[in-house]
């Protein structure tokens, strides 16, 4: 794979096909990677379609020197931090306190989390630090490698190994023994 590198360029020479696979491609993914930031789905959805309108305003900024999935999550972080920067305070319920879910996210939700393990998983995540918790999300989840997961968090590698082996220990005493069929 290629890591939407053809996909980009079909794009770049006009195939308006292109950028909807792109969009199919990377957007759950994209999604929820913000979702970590900002802990509101409906807000992450917002900010990943400003990802990829900026993407398609700006074609020929992204230059191919890291894969486009790469691209797509450094803007995707740097959007959700602005977002976190420049939102209004308003009093809000949070999601997990409302009786009712909403359809479109049961939907989505049900598409990433599948079954009782990857909840299991998602609340250990939750229990790490968040560099801890953003580097196995991006290693494990979106099999990124080190040197991209890094370039997307402004660490080194080494960083990035540290925090996956730190984040192992601390998940393995959460999820006890099922924890090691996991990692």
């Known amino acids: 794979m290629d890591n939407g590198e053809s996909s980009y360029r079909r794009f ?10 792109i969009m199919d491609d990377y957007r759950l993914g994209l999604i929820f990677f913000i979702n970590q930031y900002l802990h509101d789905i409906h807000a992450a959805e917002d900010v990943a379609i ?84 953003e580097a196995v999300y991006l290693v494990y989840f979106e099999e990124l490698s080190y040197k991209e997961a890094a370039k997307i968090m402004k660490k080194s590698p080494k960083q990035i190994d540290n925090l996956l082996y730190r984040a192992k220990v601390e998940l393995r005493a959460i999820l006890g023994k099922d924890g090691e069929l996991l990692l």
């Open 12 to 21: 770049l020479d006009g195939d308006e096909t292109a950028f909807a696979c």
């Open 50 to 133: 400003d990802v990829f309108t900026y993407v398609l305003m700006y074609p020929r900024r992204y230059n191919f020197m890291v894969s486009l999935k790469t691209y797509l999550y450094v803007l995707g972080r740097s959007r959700a931090l602005n977002y976190l920067r420049h939102r209004k305070v308003i009093d809000t319920l949070p999601l997990d306190s409302a009786e009712t879910i909403s359809d479109d996210e049961v939907d989505l939700e049900a598409q990433i989390v599948s079954d009782e393990r990857k909840r299991a998983v998602r609340y250990a995540l939750d229990s790490i630090s968040k560099d801890m918790s």
